[in-house]
């Protein structure tokens, strides 16, 4: 998921659901009084661990199609577009790390280049046992490279390991500047990488609709589509 830069990102944006709640993606809530996590009506643990997917293939091939035309009926908004703005202007000196499996930033003209999907995209499917990714594969079918495994979503679900972690950090590390859009701070990954960041000597600053941890150097409140657009054109101009 995505490809080396040629030159050091010193602006990191971490995207979460937030960016495209806007869009109309429904996020992941914890539902008041407890109770199991929900994902568009559905049991987190049901359709996003791999327990899940071994209890009920098809329930999770049917949830994540259901994703797949939900997402294909959403637009970007303004704060995807803002980004694409900003990668446009400044190139490889910009990252967008995002926790969405939406194409929206795609779609909204981000480069590959600048955007990697650490949470995995809906845009491809993944055999579950040789790893091989195949573009818009259809979940179920056999893989057609080692004609064994089943292709599953390819989405990192809880209790597996982001991707491209080691090259989120370094780039973390190295940034000028650290910006997490509508995403909690005071969980994982994003708590981990504003600590990196902070380490390490960047600016931090937090976009969402209210302030999550007392993380971040700076707490701007708003919709993404409002607060994206007036940082981006700050660094911009």
Known sequence: MGHDMTTTPRFVFLTGAGISAESGIPTFRTPDGGGPAMWAEHSVDDVATPAGYRRNRNLVHRFYQERREACAAAEPNAAHYALAALAAALGDKVLVVTQNVDDLHERAGLPARNLIHMHGALATAICAGCRHR?????????????????????????????????????????????????????????????????VHGASTVELNLQQTSGLFDETRLGPASRTVPELVKNLIG
């Open 134 to 198: 195949v573009d818009a594969g259809v979940y179920g079918d056999r893989c057609p490279r080692c004609r064994d495994g089943l292709l599953r979503p390819d989405v990192v679900w809880f209790g597996e390991r982001p991707y491209e972690m080691p090259r989120i950090e370094r780039a973390v590390r190295d940034a000028y500047l650290f910006v997490a859009v509508g995403t909690s701070g005071e969980v994982y990954p994003a708590a981990g990488l504003v600590d990196i960041a902070r």
